[in-house]
Protein backbone atom coordinates (compact mmCIF):
# COMPACT_ATOMS: atom_id res chain seq x y z
CA UNK A 1 0.00 0.00 0.00
CA UNK A 2 0.90 3.28 -0.47
CA UNK A 3 2.27 5.79 1.89
CA UNK A 4 0.70 9.21 1.57
CA UNK A 5 1.18 12.87 3.74
CA UNK A 6 -2.51 13.33 3.77
CA UNK A 7 -3.14 17.36 3.79
CA UNK A 8 -6.71 17.50 5.72
CA UNK A 9 -7.37 18.58 9.09
CA UNK A 10 -10.60 18.83 10.97
CA UNK A 11 -11.94 19.70 14.52
CA UNK A 12 -14.48 16.56 16.13
CA UNK A 13 -17.83 18.03 18.42
CA UNK A 14 -19.82 15.47 20.15
CA UNK A 15 -23.03 16.96 20.08
CA UNK A 16 -25.66 15.14 22.17
CA UNK A 17 -28.37 14.72 19.98
CA UNK A 18 -31.67 12.39 20.05
CA UNK A 19 -30.24 10.29 17.40
CA UNK A 20 -27.80 7.40 17.16
CA UNK A 21 -24.69 9.61 15.30
CA UNK A 22 -23.90 13.39 14.44
CA UNK A 23 -20.07 14.30 12.29
CA UNK A 24 -18.50 16.73 10.63
CA UNK A 25 -15.66 16.22 7.71
CA UNK A 26 -11.98 16.85 7.21
CA UNK A 27 -10.07 19.05 5.43
CA UNK A 28 -6.47 21.33 5.80
CA UNK A 29 -7.20 24.54 7.75
CA UNK A 30 -4.14 26.83 8.07
CA UNK A 31 -1.74 25.30 10.94
CA UNK A 32 -2.85 28.82 12.94
CA UNK A 33 -6.06 27.27 13.32
CA UNK A 34 -5.15 23.65 13.49
CA UNK A 35 -6.35 21.72 16.85
CA UNK A 36 -4.14 21.45 19.77
CA UNK A 37 -6.10 19.21 22.23
CA UNK A 38 -6.96 15.56 22.01
CA UNK A 39 -9.55 15.78 24.43
CA UNK A 40 -13.07 14.85 23.98
CA UNK A 41 -15.86 16.85 25.87
CA UNK A 42 -18.78 16.52 26.45
CA UNK A 43 -21.33 18.93 28.13
CA UNK A 44 -24.99 18.94 29.85
CA UNK A 45 -27.87 21.13 30.84
CA UNK A 46 -30.73 19.84 30.44
CA UNK A 47 -32.86 17.03 32.46
CA UNK A 48 -33.93 14.22 30.82
CA UNK A 49 -37.43 15.60 30.49
CA UNK A 50 -36.03 17.94 28.16
CA UNK A 51 -33.58 15.59 25.76
CA UNK A 52 -35.57 12.29 25.45
CA UNK A 53 -33.37 9.66 23.63
CA UNK A 54 -35.09 7.37 21.80
CA UNK A 55 -33.62 3.80 22.48
CA UNK A 56 -32.04 2.20 20.10
CA UNK A 57 -31.19 -1.21 18.97
CA UNK A 58 -28.89 -3.39 16.83
CA UNK A 59 -31.00 -3.18 14.07
CA UNK A 60 -31.04 0.90 13.86
CA UNK A 61 -28.09 2.72 11.83
CA UNK A 62 -25.40 4.85 13.47
CA UNK A 63 -23.32 6.86 10.72
CA UNK A 64 -21.82 9.82 9.39
CA UNK A 65 -24.36 12.31 8.86
CA UNK A 66 -27.41 10.91 10.10
CA UNK A 67 -28.33 8.09 7.55
CA UNK A 68 -27.35 7.22 3.92
CA UNK A 69 -28.75 10.21 1.94
CA UNK A 70 -26.43 12.28 4.79
CA UNK A 71 -29.46 14.81 5.25
CA UNK A 72 -28.13 15.88 8.63
CA UNK A 73 -31.39 16.26 9.94
CA UNK A 74 -32.27 14.31 13.68
CA UNK A 75 -35.28 13.88 15.44
CA UNK A 76 -35.62 16.37 18.24
CA UNK A 77 -35.16 18.00 20.59
CA UNK A 78 -31.71 18.67 20.91
CA UNK A 79 -30.29 20.28 23.95
CA UNK A 80 -30.69 23.85 24.44
CA UNK A 81 -27.48 25.01 26.41
CA UNK A 82 -24.32 23.64 27.31
CA UNK A 83 -22.49 24.54 30.52
CA UNK A 84 -21.97 22.08 32.32
CA UNK A 85 -18.96 19.24 31.82
CA UNK A 86 -19.95 15.76 32.52
CA UNK A 87 -16.74 14.18 31.45
CA UNK A 88 -13.61 13.91 29.13
CA UNK A 89 -11.57 10.92 27.44
CA UNK A 90 -8.02 11.62 26.94
CA UNK A 91 -6.71 9.80 23.50
CA UNK A 92 -2.46 9.43 22.50
CA UNK A 93 -3.29 12.27 19.71
CA UNK A 94 -5.77 14.41 17.81
CA UNK A 95 -9.38 13.25 17.61
CA UNK A 96 -10.73 13.80 13.62
CA UNK A 97 -13.02 11.34 13.73
CA UNK A 98 -16.97 12.08 14.01
CA UNK A 99 -18.29 9.98 16.98
CA UNK A 100 -21.24 7.30 16.20
CA UNK A 101 -23.47 6.38 19.31
CA UNK A 102 -25.99 3.21 19.80
CA UNK A 103 -26.94 1.65 22.62
CA UNK A 104 -25.50 3.96 25.06
CA UNK A 105 -21.94 3.98 23.57
CA UNK A 106 -19.94 6.39 21.86
CA UNK A 107 -17.34 4.63 18.93
CA UNK A 108 -14.76 7.06 16.99
CA UNK A 109 -11.90 6.97 16.21
CA UNK A 110 -8.29 8.68 16.93
CA UNK A 111 -4.70 9.80 15.02
CA UNK A 112 -3.36 7.32 17.63
CA UNK A 113 -4.51 4.88 14.99
CA UNK A 114 -7.41 3.05 17.58
CA UNK A 115 -10.84 3.16 17.55
CA UNK A 116 -12.48 3.58 21.06
CA UNK A 117 -16.04 2.50 22.49
CA UNK A 118 -16.52 4.51 25.64
CA UNK A 119 -19.51 4.34 27.60
CA UNK A 120 -21.64 7.25 26.88
CA UNK A 121 -23.19 8.10 30.36
CA UNK A 122 -19.66 7.95 32.36
CA UNK A 123 -16.96 8.19 29.75
CA UNK A 124 -15.36 4.93 30.42
CA UNK A 125 -13.58 3.11 28.13
CA UNK A 126 -15.07 -0.88 26.45
CA UNK A 127 -12.78 -1.32 24.75
CA UNK A 128 -10.41 0.02 21.90
CA UNK A 129 -9.08 -1.62 18.60
CA UNK A 130 -5.44 -0.62 17.39
CA UNK A 131 -5.00 -0.37 13.54
CA UNK A 132 -1.94 0.31 11.78
CA UNK A 133 -2.10 3.78 11.31
CA UNK A 134 -4.57 7.04 12.10
CA UNK A 135 -8.38 6.28 12.04
CA UNK A 136 -10.31 9.45 10.77
CA UNK A 137 -13.02 7.78 8.96
CA UNK A 138 -16.01 8.13 11.31
CA UNK A 139 -17.82 4.81 12.40
CA UNK A 140 -20.93 3.41 11.17
CA UNK A 141 -22.52 0.82 13.56
CA UNK A 142 -25.66 -1.72 12.11
CA UNK A 143 -26.26 -4.73 13.68
CA UNK A 144 -23.73 -5.86 16.23
CA UNK A 145 -20.88 -4.89 14.37
CA UNK A 146 -18.73 -1.06 14.08
CA UNK A 147 -17.60 -0.17 10.76
CA UNK A 148 -14.63 2.64 10.14
CA UNK A 149 -11.77 3.40 7.59
CA UNK A 150 -7.93 3.57 8.64
CA UNK A 151 -4.63 5.09 6.81
CA UNK A 152 -3.30 1.66 7.11
CA UNK A 153 -5.37 1.43 3.88
CA UNK A 154 -8.24 -1.01 5.16
CA UNK A 155 -11.82 -0.67 5.99
CA UNK A 156 -12.73 -2.93 9.24
CA UNK A 157 -15.41 -4.65 10.57
CA UNK A 158 -15.75 -5.19 14.45
CA UNK A 159 -18.01 -7.11 17.03
CA UNK A 160 -19.31 -3.73 19.10
CA UNK A 161 -19.32 -5.79 22.38
CA UNK A 162 -16.03 -7.35 22.32
CA UNK A 163 -14.15 -5.35 19.89
CA UNK A 164 -12.62 -8.40 17.66
CA UNK A 165 -12.39 -8.23 14.18
CA UNK A 166 -14.52 -9.50 12.28
CA UNK A 167 -13.45 -8.82 8.60
CA UNK A 168 -11.47 -6.39 7.14
CA UNK A 169 -11.04 -4.87 3.12
CA UNK A 170 -7.40 -3.79 1.88
CA UNK A 171 -7.41 -0.81 -0.20
CA UNK A 172 -4.46 0.31 -2.01
CA UNK A 173 -4.56 3.42 -0.36
CA UNK A 174 -5.50 5.55 3.20
CA UNK A 175 -9.62 5.60 3.97
CA UNK A 176 -10.64 8.78 5.45
CA UNK A 177 -13.78 8.02 4.05
CA UNK A 178 -16.62 7.35 6.30
CA UNK A 179 -18.38 4.29 5.79
CA UNK A 180 -22.15 4.41 3.69
CA UNK A 181 -24.58 1.20 4.76
CA UNK A 182 -27.79 0.37 2.79
CA UNK A 183 -29.55 -2.43 1.53
CA UNK A 184 -26.87 -4.93 3.68
CA UNK A 185 -23.88 -2.99 1.29
CA UNK A 186 -20.94 -0.52 3.01
CA UNK A 187 -19.77 2.36 0.56
CA UNK A 188 -16.88 3.71 1.27
CA UNK A 189 -13.99 5.70 -0.54
CA UNK A 190 -10.31 5.62 -0.75
CA UNK A 191 -7.42 7.77 -1.79
CA UNK A 192 -6.63 4.55 -4.40
CA UNK A 193 -9.13 6.66 -6.22
CA UNK A 194 -11.76 4.13 -6.05
CA UNK A 195 -15.45 3.92 -4.53
CA UNK A 196 -15.72 0.87 -2.88
CA UNK A 197 -19.21 -1.55 -2.27
CA UNK A 198 -18.35 -4.49 -0.01
CA UNK A 199 -20.86 -7.43 1.50
CA UNK A 200 -21.64 -5.96 4.84
CA UNK A 201 -21.31 -9.59 6.54
CA UNK A 202 -18.43 -10.94 4.74
CA UNK A 203 -16.53 -7.94 3.20
CA UNK A 204 -16.51 -9.32 0.06
CA UNK A 205 -16.37 -7.08 -2.91
CA UNK A 206 -19.17 -6.16 -5.08
CA UNK A 207 -17.94 -3.65 -7.13
CA UNK A 208 -15.35 -0.97 -7.01
CA UNK A 209 -16.08 2.13 -9.35
CA UNK A 210 -12.49 4.42 -10.55
CA UNK A 211 -12.47 7.96 -10.30
CA UNK A 212 -9.71 10.84 -11.20
CA UNK A 213 -8.55 11.41 -7.83
CA UNK A 214 -8.14 10.80 -4.30
CA UNK A 215 -11.49 10.00 -2.65
CA UNK A 216 -11.55 11.31 1.07
CA UNK A 217 -15.16 12.77 0.97
CA UNK A 218 -17.70 10.12 1.83
CA UNK A 219 -20.41 8.98 0.06
CA UNK A 220 -24.30 9.13 -0.56
CA UNK A 221 -27.01 6.59 -1.12
CA UNK A 222 -30.34 7.52 -2.41
CA UNK A 223 -32.01 7.03 -5.13
CA UNK A 224 -30.58 3.57 -6.45
CA UNK A 225 -27.34 5.82 -6.82
CA UNK A 226 -24.32 6.91 -5.18
CA UNK A 227 -22.94 10.25 -4.69
CA UNK A 228 -19.25 10.89 -3.89
CA UNK A 229 -16.51 13.72 -4.13
CA UNK A 230 -12.72 13.10 -5.58
CA UNK A 231 -10.28 15.00 -5.90
CA UNK A 232 -10.16 15.20 -9.71
CA UNK A 233 -12.73 17.78 -9.08
CA UNK A 234 -16.25 16.14 -9.72
CA UNK A 235 -18.64 14.73 -7.98
CA UNK A 236 -19.58 11.38 -9.33
CA UNK A 237 -23.17 9.16 -9.42
CA UNK A 238 -22.80 5.37 -9.95
CA UNK A 239 -25.60 2.84 -9.92
CA UNK A 240 -25.44 1.01 -6.81
CA UNK A 241 -26.44 -2.76 -8.62
CA UNK A 242 -24.02 -1.93 -11.42
CA UNK A 243 -21.31 -0.12 -9.98
CA UNK A 244 -21.60 2.10 -13.60
CA UNK A 245 -21.20 5.83 -13.64
CA UNK A 246 -24.87 7.47 -14.30
CA UNK A 247 -23.14 10.58 -14.28
CA UNK A 248 -20.44 13.20 -13.12
CA UNK A 249 -20.28 16.84 -13.09
CA UNK A 250 -17.26 18.89 -12.78
CA UNK A 251 -16.30 21.86 -10.32
CA UNK A 252 -13.18 23.83 -10.37
CA UNK A 253 -11.26 21.78 -7.48
CA UNK A 254 -11.40 19.04 -4.95
CA UNK A 255 -14.92 17.84 -3.70
CA UNK A 256 -14.11 16.80 -0.36
CA UNK A 257 -17.51 17.78 0.96
CA UNK A 258 -19.91 14.76 1.65
CA UNK A 259 -22.71 15.37 -0.14
CA UNK A 260 -26.26 15.40 0.98
CA UNK A 261 -29.69 14.62 -0.91
CA UNK A 262 -33.16 16.11 -0.75
CA UNK A 263 -36.74 15.60 -3.15
CA UNK A 264 -33.99 14.25 -6.01
CA UNK A 265 -31.48 17.02 -5.50
CA UNK A 266 -27.40 16.51 -4.48
CA UNK A 267 -26.07 19.23 -2.28
CA UNK A 268 -22.16 19.63 -1.92
CA UNK A 269 -19.57 21.78 -1.25
CA UNK A 270 -15.82 22.51 -3.59
CA UNK A 271 -12.70 23.56 -2.43
CA UNK A 272 -13.78 26.04 -5.18
CA UNK A 273 -15.94 28.03 -2.80
CA UNK A 274 -18.79 27.40 -4.38
CA UNK A 275 -21.91 25.24 -3.13
CA UNK A 276 -23.84 23.53 -5.84
CA UNK A 277 -27.20 22.26 -6.29
CA UNK A 278 -27.59 18.81 -8.50
CA UNK A 279 -30.34 17.19 -10.23
CA UNK A 280 -29.11 13.37 -8.66
CA UNK A 281 -31.21 12.17 -11.97
CA UNK A 282 -29.26 13.80 -14.67
CA UNK A 283 -26.80 16.10 -12.83
CA UNK A 284 -27.57 18.74 -14.36
CA UNK A 285 -26.86 22.14 -11.94
CA UNK A 286 -29.94 23.76 -10.92
CA UNK A 287 -27.97 26.78 -9.17
CA UNK A 288 -24.72 27.44 -7.31
CA UNK A 289 -23.61 29.64 -4.55
CA UNK A 290 -20.29 31.26 -4.36
CA UNK A 291 -18.85 32.11 -0.55
CA UNK A 292 -15.35 33.49 0.32
CA UNK A 293 -13.67 30.29 1.40
CA UNK A 294 -13.12 26.56 0.54
CA UNK A 295 -16.41 24.43 1.34
CA UNK A 296 -15.44 21.55 3.04
CA UNK A 297 -18.57 21.24 5.53
CA UNK A 298 -21.27 18.79 4.17
CA UNK A 299 -24.56 20.21 4.39
CA UNK A 300 -27.83 19.79 5.94
CA UNK A 301 -30.82 20.00 4.14
CA UNK A 302 -34.12 20.69 6.43
CA UNK A 303 -37.97 22.64 6.16
CA UNK A 304 -36.50 24.26 2.65
CA UNK A 305 -33.44 25.19 3.51
CA UNK A 306 -29.43 24.14 3.25
CA UNK A 307 -26.92 25.21 5.98
CA UNK A 308 -23.40 24.65 5.37
CA UNK A 309 -20.18 26.03 6.76
CA UNK A 310 -17.47 27.88 4.88
CA UNK A 311 -13.76 28.61 5.59
CA UNK A 312 -14.87 32.43 5.22
CA UNK A 313 -15.62 31.88 8.80
CA UNK A 314 -19.71 32.18 7.85
CA UNK A 315 -22.63 29.65 8.42
CA UNK A 316 -25.03 30.25 5.76
CA UNK A 317 -28.63 29.40 4.94
CA UNK A 318 -29.80 29.46 1.43
CA UNK A 319 -33.62 28.59 0.17
CA UNK A 320 -32.94 24.79 -1.32
CA UNK A 321 -35.23 25.79 -4.53
CA UNK A 322 -33.17 28.86 -5.65
CA UNK A 323 -29.85 29.38 -4.00
CA UNK A 324 -30.59 32.47 -2.57
CA UNK A 325 -29.55 33.35 0.62
CA UNK A 326 -31.97 33.58 3.83
CA UNK A 327 -29.14 34.54 6.53
CA UNK A 328 -25.47 34.03 7.38
CA UNK A 329 -23.58 34.19 11.35
CA UNK A 330 -20.51 35.00 11.38
CA UNK A 331 -18.09 33.35 13.48
CA UNK A 332 -14.31 34.23 14.13
CA UNK A 333 -13.00 31.74 12.64
CA UNK A 334 -13.22 29.01 9.43
CA UNK A 335 -16.79 26.48 9.61
CA UNK A 336 -14.97 23.52 8.14
CA UNK A 337 -17.61 21.73 10.58
CA UNK A 338 -20.84 19.76 9.21
CA UNK A 339 -24.11 21.39 10.94
CA UNK A 340 -26.73 19.42 11.87
CA UNK A 341 -30.00 19.82 12.50
CA UNK A 342 -32.52 18.93 15.50
CA UNK A 343 -36.19 20.38 16.45
CA UNK A 344 -35.21 24.03 14.75
CA UNK A 345 -31.85 24.73 16.14
CA UNK A 346 -28.64 24.11 14.05
CA UNK A 347 -25.68 23.02 15.36
CA UNK A 348 -22.00 23.76 14.13
CA UNK A 349 -18.46 24.13 14.98
CA UNK A 350 -15.80 26.64 14.08
CA UNK A 351 -12.35 27.43 13.99
CA UNK A 352 -12.37 30.04 16.66
CA UNK A 353 -13.09 27.31 19.35
CA UNK A 354 -17.25 27.49 19.97
CA UNK A 355 -19.88 25.38 19.32
CA UNK A 356 -22.92 27.13 18.45
CA UNK A 357 -26.93 26.36 18.66
CA UNK A 358 -28.24 28.80 16.07
CA UNK A 359 -32.38 29.48 15.74
Same mark, same amino acid.
Given at each position: ??????? !?????? !??????????? @???????????????????????? %???????????? !??????????????????????????????? #????????????????????????????????????????????????????????????????????????? %?????????????????? +???????? =??? &?? &???? !????? %?? =??????? %?????????????????????????????????????????? @???????????????????? &??? #???????? =???????????????? +????????? #??????? +????????????? #??????????? +?????????????????
Amino acid at each position: MKKRIFP !ILAIVY !ILVLSSPACSL @ESQSPSPDIAPTTTMITLTHTPTL %EEVVIPATSSSD !IAMFRANPAHTGVYAGPGPKQFNELVWKFKT #DDRVYSSPAMSDGVVYFGSKDGNLYALDINTGQEKWKFKTDSQVWSSPAVLGGAVYFGSWDGYLYALDINTGR %EKWKFESDDAVSSSPAIS +DGVVYFGS =WDR &YL &YALD !INTGQ %EK =WKFETGG %EVGSSPTVSDGVVCIGSGDGYLYAVDIDTGQEKWKFKTNDWV @ESSPAVSDGVVYFGSSDGYL &YAV #DINNGQEK =WKFHTGGFVGSSPVVS +DGVVYFGSV #DGYLYAL +DINTGQEQWRFKT #DGGVYSSPVVS +DGVVYFGSFDGNLYALK
